[in-house]
DNA sequence: GACGCGTTTGCACACCTGTGCAAAACAAAC
DNA sequence: GTTTGTTTTGCACAGGTGTGCAAACGCGTC
């Protein structure tokens, strides 16, 4: 540790196994070695050789390792609209368990315009990354079939293409919309409506979707708006469109937590409405703001452990790109507070 | 592309330059020069050899072009509560800045038990990162010493050790705390109070002191508590310690606006005060939440984009490593909105 | 001491790139 | 056609690592 010291003066002049095996009076292999899973040293040379790295403040560099074992250690991460609720925690949980997994987490940002999403998603090429986990709903399929091409593993978060090589991983959107939409039924909602983005990725369309079936079902109309981006603000402004009318809904399923976040808000602080008194909400995600007591979101729940933890069990399995893999379902079990009415 | 078609059956197999030269017809030079910045390539050769890269799905490899030129063009970022919203944002920008200086950010996640962090900081070494910027309060003093011992670029964000070598960026807690005792004084506040939580990063800890200064100096008392980590449920508990008692305050700075919207939440729906009218509430950060109508709270502002900005292009600046830098700081400036009375 | 066997070690090659250097190609001027 | 100057090209080396292979070593047995 003191002993580094002295290389502070002339900078970035990092350590080699070279100059450790010359410290330690070994071979460059001992030492190599001994910073490789399961390959043959002996304790003795072990030690002189941990003693003189740590002396000399030797790091692996991964670079030339991963140049030659074909395994970076790096995934990518590929993520749209990062600093929301939903997206952050699951980087959260996912870069934590790369890291007990022995890996390391590369974030492409994929928010700002095409071309530059295009040369950043390049980037897991570039650095051979072990996979490329898709979280955003946004890069053209091109893209990713770039990706494939080049035999990089890619897993896909909540899209629905039906391509060959990607492994999918998605929540049942299907089977929660459906069940929101007799929760309200239950509440003794009649006039329904569903809040969305006009953003158009497979989740936020997908509930979508099946609310309005499960309502066609049963002989309902639903109201669909969709507007501006998936976010807080939208929310709301759907809110002013909806609730100003006469014939105004008293159950709304939004698609999304920060949708209904800006939906209840708008009703309760310009409309007066009470919650659930007056209107019931129906949100989706399971963000921490759904618990707050300002909103006490009756919602679902996506069990992003569960998918993380999936995911990064998956990374070292070798896919076979040829195939349609069958995506792999994660339910979302509902989440009671008080934003719907108890039946 | 039609042509890399192929290479999805033996997966992993990554173009060389090597191949590309053959293809195009020229040497292996001729490539790597056409892929370099300002090397010397006739329009011809570059022309042919684009082809041929582009047929075959050619990507540089990083990895070997960070071993050689000693530029990884990995940026790693330090950083505990990922999906907390300041942090979150934080990376948000960073990521995207990081993109359009050609880098890419590395993201280290140290929330998890202390060795595991240890380990996870050491990948910043491996990978040989041009620079580390640590936006996290967590990580030990020594873990950086590390990295600074091994010729690391180190940055660090508000944070306030006084260490030769990193460069610090800093936002002025120290004036807008104090501008925020003003703010409350102003607003007619008599018992004042800060929330804080006993996590004891430099940002909290400068922000209470400063405020504490700041009615020392008025002659006024001021009660501090602290509590729990820097979240929404800690903000709740200190509210329902503080407003339970007979001389509850009547002024709140709370250091974080996460704290605050726990704080005002409790302080609502607990103990129905109103606010302002019976309560004033400053925070500091100015998150997204703080902007929701069920809020509206007036707050400071961490001016995030210029700190982005100024720390990328710190970035490739070679530090002198045996100076103390000057922190640079940066103002936060108020934001009005409606849990301070006005005047 | 000779032999046999399992473990450890060093050599040398491979991985993929950037770049200095000298040779080659080219263009221009006479 | 020769000379001069400029641009382009290929060779060969460097960068730090993992690993197959054969040699060396250690050790127990006859």
Redesign the pocket.
């Known amino acids: 540790m003191t002993a580094a010291k002295g290389s502070r003066l002339q900078s970035r002049?990092?350590?080699?196994?070279?100059?450790?095996?010359e410290r330690a009076?070994?071979?460059?292999?001992?030492?190599?070695?001994?910073?490789?899973?399961?390959?043959?040293?002996?304790?003795?040379?072990?030690k002189k050789v941990l003693e003189a790295a740590e002396a000399l403040g030797?790091?692996?560099?991964?670079?030339?390792?991963g140049?030659?074992?074909?395994r970076s250690n790096i995934v990518s991460l590929v993520v749209t609209d990062i600093a929301t609720p939903y997206q952050s925690k699951m980087i959260e949980v996912l870069t934590r368990r790369l890291q007990l997994a022995n890996k390391v987490a590369m974030v492409i940002n994929t928010s700002g315009e095409t071309d530059s999403v295009e040369s950043a998603l390049r980037q897991t090429l570039h650095y051979r990354a072990d996979a490329t986990i898709v979280l955003s709903g946004q890069p053209k399929a091109s893209l990713i079939e770039t990706c494939l091409n080049n035999g990089q593993h890619v897993i896909l978060v909540n899209r629905e293409e039906l391509v060959p090589g990607p492994e999918t991983v998605i929540v049942a959107n299907r089977a929660a919309a459906r069940e929101a939409f007799h929760m309200l039924r239950r509440a003794g909602c009649e006039r329904l409506a569903v809040v969305a983005s006009d953003v158009g990725s497979a989740s936020v369309s997908g509930r979508e979707r099946a609310f309005v079936e499960a309502a066609k079902e049963a002989g309902m109309e639903v109201r669909v708006t969709r507007f501006g981006p998936t976010a807080y603000a939208s929310g709301a402004e759907i809110a002013r469109l909806l609730l100003s009318r006469s014939d105004r809904p008293d159950g709304v399923f939004c698609v999304t937590d920060l949708l209904a976040c800006g939906f209840m808000d708008a009703a309760r602080n310009e409309f007066g409405l009470n919650i659930p008194e007056e209107l019931c909400v129906v949100g989706f995600d399971d963000i921490e703001q759904a618990g707050w007591s300002s909103y006490e979101l009756t919602t679902f729940r996506q069990p992003i452990d569960q998918i993380a933890t999936h995911i990064v069990s998956q990374i070292d399995h070798q896919p076979d790109s040829r195939i349609v893999h069958e995506p792999v379902r994660f339910q979302a079990d509902p989440v009671w507070r008080k934003s719907v009415r108890p039946k």
């Open positions: 002049s990092f350590v080699s196994a070279q100059q450790v095996a009076g070994v071979s460059r292999s001992a030492v190599s070695r001994t910073f490789t899973d399961g390959a043959s040293v002996s304790e003795a040379t072990r030797y790091h692996v560099n991964h670079l030339a390792r140049l030659i074992s074909d």
